[in-house]
Structure formats: structure tokens, C-alpha cells
């Protein structure tokens, strides 16, 4: 590796552990075993016993409450104090992690997971802390519940990113190249300005702000910004509504998730989130009103955006033509009355494939355009767009566009591959338009950024990254925006210069899971063709019981 990348490789490393400090350990709780909490937001009354920071929490679907009080230290300078919580999972799947809500004087505030350890608290403040954890369906967890106080300091916080982001960049170019000198050369300035010899000294903070001065002014200031492709990112976490959990759980994934989401928002005022399947809003507005109305105002202030068209996100293998007009109709239907807006996006980033009949229900359904990602994971070719009309059956046409987020890929990997559970790394940036293939259609294409499926969403990493990447030398121009603003800018060049795809769009992937799909759908068909006999069947029934006229529901 390169002497420059290293000396600056080692600075970081420094600051890393500096940015972060410990201001107390929390080790006085009480905890409660209990069951699942429903729309109930207050912990048990009975049932308490004190912890011991040694024991360990667990089992199989299995639900705990911790709490205690605490007075939060006064305030100190350049400094924001943050409850940290850590279980001993830190680097498991996201899916099976053990999560929590974190309730602070009785409100509920924020999601914690193995991505989002950190909770924003108010210096001076006192606080009834409780936390309601959750260990995994699929496997026996033992967790630790390791409580603590924790600093951030700005400064330090703010140069790692500051060198950090843009010596991630540099690893994605090639060695040599204009770019690549350009970032390091400014990158060793700046560290060599750094004073570590007493760090948290006068002296230490000093040269600190000196370093930051010199790249705000003169890399990302002058160097950075021109002309370049631009990657639209929107916050995004995908949650299965039913898989390896039950849908009580799902509730509560959706509490976690979007209470995270919402509190970022608060830190970073360009965080734009994108979440679709209105179930989940109804589970919110069932279990957490409070929380639905903070969602409502963030939806009218255009930070939050309601977008998929369906109620949830569904299979289109083996579903039928009815059930489609019903996830449509009741899907915008409910965005329509519970947030204003009228949606025209099909998002289904996690469906194995694509049924023909769908451009023309939803054209009649009023959504006009179609999102997904998992095409991506056919384990035999490559589909040849990315950005195309996709025709249906009956000649109907709609605008669909692939996600093509992935990192650059390693020698001798393919490029096949692309996910909807991004980072917002330089190599996730530089890979997703690199991975596009239409370009010479459009310069602009989508990351959807955020751990899923109890992940949490984005987390404050992602942000951070985000926030220097805007105009970042040798990388796509990244932009903070919704997916319906980057679909109006794909068409904006005019639907006519873009390939079209017939017919079915399918994936081979995990055969197993649709074999019997030409049985259901055969079975789906018979149904829709005696479905005009059964409905009048109920009507003649209805009538009946009822003594109505037959004529007046249009039945002869």
C-alpha cells in the first residue's frame, strides 16, 4: 500500500477511537422477563428482580424489560452525549440480532439493534430509562446487556469522516491516476497539520480545527464538484412482513425501525427516508399512535417519503389477477387517506419475479412506474437493462427501472449481483453506476440505503458519509432525494429512447420456492372464472335474507 494512504490510514484509526469516549458505565438496572407488548407502551408493574451487568438475556422468542434513573452529566464542549447499549451480537445478521425500544421518561424514542447502539440524550436531563428487548425466533440467543454514558466529540467525529470518506474513495481508483494523487496529496496536508500528542488538549482540538479548515477550503471547497453522474440515495430498510419471525414481531420491527429513522432526522436535516407496504403504517398506527403522527409530519414536510403502490410488498409468481387489484386498490387507497399522497410506484424490491399481467393492472390502477432489485440475483444470465419499458401481455407499457446498487466488484467477480440493503461506502456509490447499463440513456441512477428486517434503517454512518460525498473527486455526485424525483428525471428524456421487454420477467433463483406455482396458477384461474357465480351467488343470498330487489345489484 501506498506511504501516503497508510500515514493517513493511521490518523483515522486514531481519531476513531478518540470520537468516542465513555462518560459512565449504567450498571444499576432491574429487569422483567415478559411477553409480547402489543400496543401497551408501559413495562409491568410487577415481576422486577436487579441485574447483574454479568448475567446474560435470551432465549427463544423471547421478550425483556430493563430499566433504571439516571441524572445525565452537564454538558461539555463540543461534545454530545449519547446512552450506548451493546448485547455481544455486534456483526450477526440483521435479521436475528437481539433489538429493543428504548423509552425515555415514558416516551417511546428510538430503536436499538446491533447497527443503532447509540440513543441522543440532553446533557443535565434526568431520565426513567426503560428498554424492551427481543431475542430471535429462528436460534437461542444469550445476550449481555452492557449499558453505558457515552460522548461524542464533534471535532474528532467530524475530521475522521472528513478523511475518511475521501481515502475510501481513493481505494476505488485506479493507483496513479490524476484523481487519486489529487485526494491523497490533500488528504496528507491535512493530517500532517493533526497535534496527537495530548489528545483532548487545548493544543490537540486546535490543530484539529485547522485540519477541517484547510479541507473544507481547499479539497472539498476547490477540488471537488464538476460535472458528473449522479447517484439519487433515499433511506430505505425493507422489512418482510411475514418470514422468520411472527407477525407480532413484525409489529415491532416497524416500532424500531421508524423510530430510529425519525430520530436521525432530527441530527441530519437532509435525510430523506422512502418506506413502502402500508401494513406496517397500520401496525405503527395500531401500537404507536404517537409515533404515526410524528411519520404524518414528516411525510407533509417531504422528508418521509409514502411510496409502492401495493399494501405490502407481494409475490408475483403465483398471485392472482384479483389479488393484485386488491393489494393496488386498498395500498393507495390507504396512502391516500392517511397521507395525502397519491402513489405511482410499483416498489418491490424483494420479489422472486415478475408476472406479465401486471403493466396492465396497474396502468388501470393509476401507477406508472416499477421498481425492484432482485432480478439481480438470477443465478444464470444477466438482464440486459436496467432502465426499459416493460410491455405487458395485452401491449401495455411500463416504465420500470432496476436497482443496480452493488460495491465495484473484486477481480474476477461478476457484476451480476446487485442488493437493496446498501451502504453508502465510496465502493457502493462508484459500483451502482458503474453496474448501470443504460447510460447512455441517463447519468443518474438509485442507491436505497439501510439495514433491513430489524436492521434499522440507515444508521449515522451512513449520513455522515453522505454528507461529504456530495461533490466527492473521482465518485458519482451523490444526491439526497426521493425515488419519485429520480423517476421523474429518468423520463424526463422521453420514454422513446429506451428499449422495451415482453412479456414475463423471471428469476432463477431457489427453484424450490415456486415448483408449484403452475398449479396455483392454474387453480387462481378457475377461480376468477367461477368468480362472477359465487359473488352472485352471495348477492341472491343477501337479497334474500333481506328481501331487497335482485335488479338493483345489475343481476338478471
Known amino acids: 500500500m501506498d506511504y501516503q494512504q497508510d500515514k493517513i490510514r493511521v490518523i483515522c484509526d486514531q481519531l476513531d477511537l478518540l470520537r468516542h469516549t465513555t462518560a459512565a458505565v449504567l450498571d444499576d438496572f432491574a429487569y422483567c422477563p415478559a411477553g409480547y407488548k402489543g400496543a401497551c407502551n408501559t413495562a409491568p408493574e410487577t415481576g422486577w428482580q436487579p441485574w447483574d451487568p454479568n448475567m446474560t438475556f435470551g432465549g427463544h422468542d423471547a421478550h425483556y424489560w430493563f430499566r433504571t434513573h439516571f441524572t445525565a452529566p452537564a454538558a461539555q464542549p463540543g461534545k454530545e452525549l449519547f446512552f450506548h447499549l451493546s448485547t455481544g451480537y455486534e456483526g450477526d445478521w440483521d435479521s436475528v440480532n437481539p433489538q429493543g ?9 428510538q430503536g436499538v439493534d446491533i447497527n443503532h447502539r447509540l440513543v441522543k440524550l440532553e446533557h443535565g436531563k434526568e431520565y426513567d430509562l426503560q428498554v424492551y428487548m427481543y431475542t430471535s425466533l429462528l436460534r437461542p440467543i444469550r445476550a449481555k446487556f452492557d449499558a453505558a454514558l457515552q460522548w461524542i ?10 478523511l475518511r470518506v475521501p ?24 493530517v500532517d497539520m493533526v497535534d496527537l500528542r495530548s489528545p483532548g488538549s487545548a493544543a490537540f482540538y486546535e490543530s484539529v480545527r485547522a485540519a477541517r479548515k484547510y479541507l473544507k477550503e481547499e479539497f472539498y471547497g476547490k477540488v471537488c464538484g464538476g460535472l458528473a453522474p449522479t447517484v439519487y440515495t433515499v433511506g430505505h430498510t425493507h ?9 407480532a414481531q413484525t409489529e415491532e420491527k416497524a416500532q424500531r425501525s421508524f423510530s430510529t429513522v425519525l430520530r436521525l432526522m432530527e441530527q441530519f436535516p437532509e435525510y430523506i427516508f422512502m418506506s413502502s407496504q402500508p401494513q406496517l403504517y397500520l401496525y405503527i398506527k395500531e401500537n404507536a399512535p404517537e409515533l404515526y403522527a410524528q411519520i404524518q409530519e414528516r411525510v407533509r414536510q417531504g422528508r418521509w417519503e409514502v411510496e409502492g403502490a401495493m399494501w405490502l410488498e407481494a409475490d408475483c409468481n403465483l398471485t392472482s389477477g384479483e389479488s393484485f387489484v386488491r393489494q393496488i386498490l386498498h395500498g393507495k387507497q390507504f396512502m ?8 405511482h410506484i410499483l416498489w418491490l424490491p424483494d420479489v422472486f419475479g415478475y408476472s406479465a399481467a401486471l403493466p396492465q393492472i396497474l396502468r388501470k390502477s393509476g401507477v406508472d412506474r416499477f421498481f425492484t432489485t432482485k432480478i439481480g440475483w438470477n443465478e444464470t444470465n444477466k438482464m440486459p437493462y436496467d432502465a426499459f419499458m416493460w410491455e405487458g401481455i395485452d401491449g401495455t407499457e411500463i416504465f420500470t427501472h432496476f436497482g443496480t446498487a452493488r460495491n465495484l466488484p473484486k477481480p474476477g467477480e461478476s457484476d451480476k449481483t446487485t442488493t437493496y440493503v446498501c451502504s453508502t461506502e465510496p ?12 447510460k447512455e440513456y441517463s447519468d443518474k441512477t438509485l442507491i436505497t440505503f439501510g439495514f433491513g428486517d430489524g436492521g434499522g434503517g440507515p444508521g449515522m454512518e451512513h449520513l455522515e458519509r453522505l454528507e461529504r460525498e456530495h461533490s466527492l473527486k473521482g465518485l458519482p455526485k451523490v444526491h439526497q432525494g426521493k425515488s419519485a424525483e429520480l423517476f421523474e428525471r ?8 429506451i428499449e422495451k421487454y415482453h412479456l414475463d420477467i423471471g428469476i432463477v433463483y431457489e ?4 415448483l408449484g406455482r403452475s398449479v396455483v396458477r392454474h387453480g387462481n384461474g378457475y377461480i376468477v372464472a367461477h368468480e362472477y357465480s359465487v359473488e352472485a351467488r352471495n348477492v341472491f343470498v343477501i337479497c334474500f335474507c333481506y328481501k331487497c330487489d335482485v335488479h338493483s345489484f345489475g343481476i338478471e
Open 153 to 162: 466529540d464533534e471535532e474528532a467525529e467530524g475530521l475522521y469522516y472528513d
Open 511 to 514: 427453484r424450490r420456492r415456486v
Open 239 to 247: 422489512i418482510d412482513v411475514a418470514w422468520l419471525w411472527t407477525l
Open 427 to 438: 465502493t457502493m456509490v462508484k459500483g451502482t453506476w458503474e453496474r448501470f447499463q443504460q
Open 101 to 109: 425500544i428504548v423509552y425515555l421518561n415514558g416516551e417511546l424514542t
Open 490 to 497: 429518468l423520463l424526463v428524456v422521453g420514454v422513446a429512447l
Open 336 to 343: 391516500k387517506q392517511e397521507f395525502g399522497v397519491d402513489s
Open 167 to 190: 481515502l475510501d474513495a481513493s481505494a476505488c481508483m485506479e493507483p496513479g491516476c490524476a484523481e487519486y494523487w489529487q485526494i491523497l496529496r490533500h488528504l496528507s496536508t491535512a
